[in-house]
């Protein structure tokens, strides 16, 4: 009888289990099913906590619904009937001391039309005027690997860009603009500067592609994120799922493995899948010269609060949804999302739910990763004053520090990705990297990795 041991219980570990189960049941297979999981839960950055009327999400806390849809794992799961889609409205920057809109018809911050940069609160007139050099500025030496910040510096001025379209773009992109390649962000924005002679042309001619006609762009479940973690648990009954059970080494034995738990006991398997962050996974091997093909890979941090009050969420602007914060000497957070407006199942009474994200590329985070969850809140509940004008007690939080936990892909990354398989093909054949430290972060890339981890060890079953 073979054994596949997989080591992580998080999306990506139950998703390779799931798959294997499946193969299993329909060929009637005489094969040993092991999962190990560190924590006291299943799910790893996919943990949602209730507290009274409010639902809230601890790591993720959506799914892109464009690529879900294409992704047949919602069905199967049998949750079709548990999705709920995010409500649509504006967002706001917080600037000067006040919340300004992201104009609309614009993309990430950049205006997408003459009217939309006539009508920004975010901008001076000066600013605008500079703006328009857009039209009439050739671009004669940007190429996609120049930077994305100097090329929109050039082409729209300091203004737009710093109070605009930086707090936007570099927020998705987790970045400095100035660090950031065309080719890693945009690559369309020189495309439409090349055919167009202007960017702000380039979007009006190619509007089609921005509009979203009113589509829903995330969904959840009426009860969390959880709910996915919980129906895969729920479908595994031919798997043994150890909890509380770290593993601590990995060896290799006649073309087996033995790997070591935290418990001093040692499972013995033919296929270990290695669903664990990189910075755990890189732990379990004694191989000097393959722990140095994990230096490759990065993490960043974040530490996300949750603030729930005994106030109804209609006290904040119509339509709003959040804001990104643009200077980082007003506000502690990075961004604040108005979870009860965007996310309706998340707060039972209509009450108001936020939750703020703070960065660890904000100047502050380095005093903020030394305070306790106590100091913590206070910090929010500062942000949440000043950014939201709310003086309110709170009903209830959820602090979730996330210290590099965070995976941050290096342009190096595709490289480092296949030289670790590679290394690892040659030493520890039958042991396999997979999740969202190497194959891509959001939830249907892990869920997708899963099912291809399953495959790759099918083949040799
Ligand atoms: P993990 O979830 O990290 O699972 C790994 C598991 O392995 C954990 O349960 C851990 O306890 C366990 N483990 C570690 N070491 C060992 C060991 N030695 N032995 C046994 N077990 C071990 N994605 C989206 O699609 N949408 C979002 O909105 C979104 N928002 C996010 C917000 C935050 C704050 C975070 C942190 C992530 C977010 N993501 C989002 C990303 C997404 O949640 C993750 O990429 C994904 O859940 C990772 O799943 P995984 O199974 O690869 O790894």
């Known amino acids: 009888m073979k054994t596949v041991l997989v080591i992580g219980g998080g999306i990506t570990g139950l998703s390779a289990m799931y798959e294997l189960q499946k193969w299993k049941k329909a060929n009637h297979a005489d094969l040993k099913l092991i999962l190990v999981e560190s924590s006291s839960e299943l799910g790893g950055k996919i943990r949602t906590v209730k ?17 879900a849809n294409s992704m047949p794992f919602i069905d199967e799961l049998g949750l079709e009937r548990e999705v709920v889609y995010n409500s649509t409205g504006r967002s706001f920057i917080y600037t000067d001391g006040e919340l300004k809109p992201i104009p609309a018809d614009s993309v990430f911050g950049i205006p997408a039309s003459i009217e939309s940069l006539a009508n920004s609160t975010l901008v001076s007139a000066e600013g605008k005027v500079e703006a328009l050099k857009d039209f009439f500025t050739k671009n004669e030496t940007f ?67 921005f509009q979203s006609n009113g589509e829903k762009k995330f969904l959840s479940f009426r009860n969390g994120l959880r709910s ?60 000097e010269e393959l722990v140095k093909e994990f230096t490759g890979f990065k993490n960043s941090s974040l530490i996300s609060m949750y603030v729930g009050f005994d106030v109804p969420d209609s006290i904040l602007p119509a339509d709003g949804t959040g ?24 707060s039972e009474t209509g009450n108001l739910l936020v939750r703020l994200f703070y960065k660890s590329s904000h100047p502050s985070f380095t005093a903020l990763k030394e305070m306790n969850e106590e100091q913590l809140l206070q910090v929010a509940l500062m942000d949440i004053h000043k950014g939201l004008g709310i003086i309110a007690e709170p009903v209830a939080s959820e602090v979730t520090n996330w210290t590099e936990q ?39 890339d892990c869920v997708e990795n899963g099912v291809r981890t399953a495959e790759k060890i099918i083949e040799f079953l």
């Open 228 to 287: 996915l973690i919980d129906a895969y648990e729920s479908k595994l009954d031919e798997v043994e799922i150890l909890m509380n059970t770290k593993a601590a080494k990995i060896t290799k034995s006649n073309n087996r493995y033995h790997v070591k738990l935290n418990n001093h006991e040692i499972i013995e398997a033919d296929f270990v899948v290695l669903s664990i962050p990189h910075t755990a996974a890189e732990t379990l091997f004694g191989d």
């Open 143 to 209: 190429t996609k690997s120049d930077s994305v910040g100097t090329f929109l510096e050039y082409f729209f001025g300091k203004e737009l860009v710093e109070k605009q379209i930086s707090p936007v773009l570099s927020g998705v992109y987790s970045g400095e603009l100035s660090d950031l390649t065309i080719a890693s962000t945009l690559p369309y924005l020189l495309d439409y500067k090349e055919e167009y002679g202007s960017i702000i042309k380039g979007f009006e001619a190619n509007k089609k592609r």
């Open 406 to 444: 965070m995976p941050n892909y290096l342009i190096t990354h595709p490289k480092s990705v296949e030289a670790l398989e590679n290394k690892l093909a040659e030493t520890f054949p039958g042991v396999i990297i997979a999740g969202c430290s190497y194959y891509g972060v959001g939830i249907p």
């Open 51 to 67: 507290d009274g009327s409010f639902v809230m999400e601890s790591g993720a806390d959506s799914i892109v619904a464009r690529k």
């Open 323 to 346: 804001f990104i914060a643009a200077n980082t000497d007003e506000l502690s957070c990075n961004a604040c999302t108005w979870t009860s407006r965007k996310w309706e199942h998340t």
